[in-house]
């Protein structure tokens, strides 16, 4: 099994974008996500910038995924999201269901990313007839939802989100502008002063969701590392590792440089691993 670097879910300014996956590609990360994956009133990169990044990280003898908005709204992200399809050179990460229309009709392989709901074998079969190369596990399904699911062993590949904050799902509207006063139309890219998202608490101060934008995320960071051997005996191919930092490239780097190795990692306090488990989500079983 390999480690994937998924998409920067997060707006960052442009220098410090380029900065990071500049050393992502002096890393021996395999397999590395690249694109606006949330929001694309996020303009501090444009899709040429990730363009060459793409070429940046497949010189450096990186497998590139060109990742796609989770929520198409309006015709100008369809027009962005053809240009996408249209790169000539990249595999493209589907994450919403007008990605997988435009790939089938064009005849193009893509990986179909975690936010498209797939509960079953019969829709994943059928996806994988219209190009489907890989399945990114949707994060609320549990290990037993797998192992029933992957039984007997598909055709495609199987990735799990098995490090970061979890996307829970995503709105029409923009809880971080909304937070600060401002129209999603004019929101003068606030998301910049939430390099991690913006945590939110009940009211007996216990985090409670991570808000990012349009995009709801998990308070607790989600950590299967202690998963793995589990992960490699069912047949998942990618372990996925969701950057929130600079310190996410070292990490990833670890677990690929431990490949076939038992993890003994420490785990934090404000883990969470629940859903595999098949458990709330926002617990951490210690077995």
């Known amino acids: 099994m390999n480690i994937s670097l998924g998409p920067l879910l997060y707006c960052w300014p442009k220098a410090q974008v380029q900065a990071f996956y500049r050393d992502v590609a002096d890393s021996t990360i395999p397999q590395v996500y690249l694109g606006e994956a949330v929001c694309s009133r996020r303009r501090q990169m444009k899709f040429a910038d990730f363009l060459a990044l793409a070429h940046e990280l497949k010189a450096a003898g990186k497998q590139v995924v060109l990742s796609t908005l989770a929520l198409i709204e309006a015709q100008s ?3 962005e999201l053809k240009k996408q399809l249209d790169n000539g050179d990249f595999l493209i990460e589907a994450n919403d269901m007008a990605a997988v229309g435009m790939a089938r009709e064009q005849g193009l392989p893509f990986v179909c990313g975690a936010s498209i709901n797939n509960y ?3 829709s994943l079969d059928k996806l994988h007839q219209w190009g489907m190369q890989r399945f990114v596990m949707p994060i609320e399904l549990s290990k037993t939802w797998l192992q029933k699911v992957i039984s007997p062993a598909p055709n ?3 990735e799990v989100l098995g490090h970061g904050y979890l996307p829970l ?3 029409a509207r923009c809880f971080t502008a909304r ?7 004019d929101c003068q890219t606030v998301c910049l002063e939430y390099p991690k998202g913006l945590l939110v608490q ?3 101060q216990q985090p409670l969701l991570r808000l990012n934008g349009i995009q709801t995320q998990s308070a607790a960071h989600c950590d299967l590392r202690r998963e793995i051997p589990e992960m490699k005996r069912l047949g998942v191919d990618w ?3 969701s950057p929130d930092s600079h310190d996410s490239i070292a990490l990833a780097e670890s677990l690929q440089l431990d490949e076939g190795n038992e993890i003994d990692a420490e785990v934090s306090k404000e883990a969470c691993n629940g859903y595999w488990h098949d458990a709330p989500g926002m617990l951490y079983q210690r077995l």
């Open 202 to 204: 009940t009211q007996e």
């Open 239 to 241: 372990f996925r590792v």
């Open 169 to 171: 799902a995503h709105s």
């Open 77 to 79: 992200e369809l027009k």
């Open 179 to 185: 937070h600060k006063g401002l129209a999603k139309d």
């Open 156 to 158: 495609f590949e199987i």
């Open 120 to 122: 079953n074998r019969a």
